[in-house]
Structure formats: structure tokens, C-alpha cells
């Protein structure tokens, strides 16, 4: 008969090797009963947090739950807003002519297992955006997900967020570095993410949006973002 180690490490749930890593520390101690419930206590006050939190938010607020925190994000530079609207111009031009799905820009509000995002940007396809309706406030994990990072975001954004969008399986990740133009490409192999692309030239293909394919430098040049659009 498997031991209790052996039993929860093979529960689908444990997906990376960091949490099996944890789960077995835990388990090699004996008060591993007391650790357990203590995380379950916290958490229970974390999810009365988050009920009040979707009671307390506004759609003029920029906010995030995150492991328990409300982050609220301060007005974003010139560069950052850029790269977001070229970005997005470009995916909703491109998955809007060829009916694939939905793209959401910096309010819509992503609802994963415990924590709650604003992106920049994501997409959803058809498949899972025909349902959503006019009203809908709370999102789904989308396939793909664009965050533009600043340098209070950062380490979120390769951080927390990073583990929470390959744990929840968002097939396709973009960071971008507005300040140094650069793009750093994910994409979801098996349960982890694998680094594609980081360059601030080149062309960029999506995993996740069927044949979209730009010029990196369109997403922080006019000229360029013009010029792919005319591609499509």
C-alpha cells in the first residue's frame, strides 16, 4: 500500500516540482498536522477577504488580489500605455477579422484558484468567450496573457503571476519591457513554461492565436504596428 507521501505527490493537482518539493518537506515533519491547519485557517481568512474585496471594487479602480493582499496600481509612464495600445490594436484587429475569440484590455479581471488579475492584456478563444455576457465582471483564465512590466510590477509579473498563469494552465505568456523594448515570449510545454523568444527585433509567432505573426518592434513602433496591420 502507498504511503501518504507517495499518495499526495501523485495527485494531478501537484504539478511542478517545486510543490512536490514543498508538500514532501511538510510531510518529513512531524507536526506536519499543525502546518497544514495553519495554512487552512489563513487561507479560510484570506477567501472572507477576497468575498469583501469583490464587494468594495469599482470599475474605476486598477486593483489586484493577490495571496491575500489588495494591490493597487498608480498611473502607468507614456511607454507603458504605447505598448499596450499597439499591442492590442494589433490582436483585436487581427482576432477580431478572423473570429476567434475575445481580447480584453487592462479592467478585465481574471479570477484564478486564489488570486484575482487585471493584465494588461489577454486573450480567450471563441470556444470559451461565446458564453460570456455584457455584464460579466469576473473572467475565466484566459489562453494567452500579456503583462507589460514597470518597475513595481516586475517582479509580480515574473513572480507570483508567472507560477499562477502556468499553474492554471494559460497556454501562451508574453512580458514586455516597455522601457527597454523587448519582448520575453512563454510558452506552456507540458506543465512549465519554456522561454520561446526574448529580443527586441525579429518576428514573433503566437502558440495560442492561430497565424498570428508580427514584427516585435510593432508593439513600440507606429510605423511598424501600421504597416503589420496592412499584413492581416
Not at 14 to 42: C, H, W
Not at 96 to 117: A, H, P, S, W
Not at 164 to 182: F, G, K, N
Amino acid at each position: 500500500m502507498l504511503n501518504l507521501e507517495t499518495q499526495l505527490l501523485e495527485r494531478p493537482i501537484l504539478k511542478t516540482e517545486m510543490g512536490k518539493r514543498i508538500v514532501s518537506d511538510i510531510l518529513n515533519e512531524p507536526d506536519a498536522y499543525f502546518v497544514v491547519q495553519a495554512v487552512i485557517d489563513v487561507l479560510n481568512e484570506e477567501r472572507e477577504r477576497r468575498a469583501k474585496f469583490y464587494n468594495d471594487i469599482t470599475e474605476e479602480d486598477k486593483i489586484e488580489f493577490i495571496n491575500g493582499e489588495i494591490i493597487v496600481h498608480s498611473p502607468v509612464k507614456m511607454s507603458h500605455n504605447a505598448a499596450t495600445g499597439l499591442l492590442y490594436r494589433l490582436l483585436s484587429i487581427y482576432v477580431g477579422k478572423n473570429q476567434l475569440g475575445f481580447v480584453g484590455v487592462e479592467k478585465i479581471m481574471i479570477k484564478l484558484t486564489r488570486n484575482d488579475y487585471e493584465p494588461d492584456i489577454c486573450f480567450f478563444c471563441k470556444e470559451k468567450s461565446i458564453d460570456f455576457g455584457k455584464d460579466q465582471t469576473l473572467f475565466p483564465a484566459p489562453d494567452f496573457v500579456v503583462e507589460i512590466v514597470s518597475p513595481s510590477t516586475e517582479r509580480r509579473d515574473k513572480g507570483v503571476k508567472f507560477k499562477d498563469y502556468q499553474a492554471h494552465s494559460v497556454e501562451e505568456y508574453w512580458i514586455i519591457d516597455p522601457e527597454h523594448e523587448t519582448l520575453e515570449q512563454y510558452h506552456l510545454n507540458g506543465e512549465e513554461y519554456e522561454l520561446i523568444l526574448k529580443s527586441g527585433d525579429g518576428t514573433v509567432t503566437s502558440f495560442a492565436i492561430p497565424g498570428f505573426q508580427i514584427p516585435v518592434r510593432a508593439i513600440f513602433d507606429e510605423a511598424e504596428n501600421l504597416k503589420a496591420i496592412q499584413q492581416f
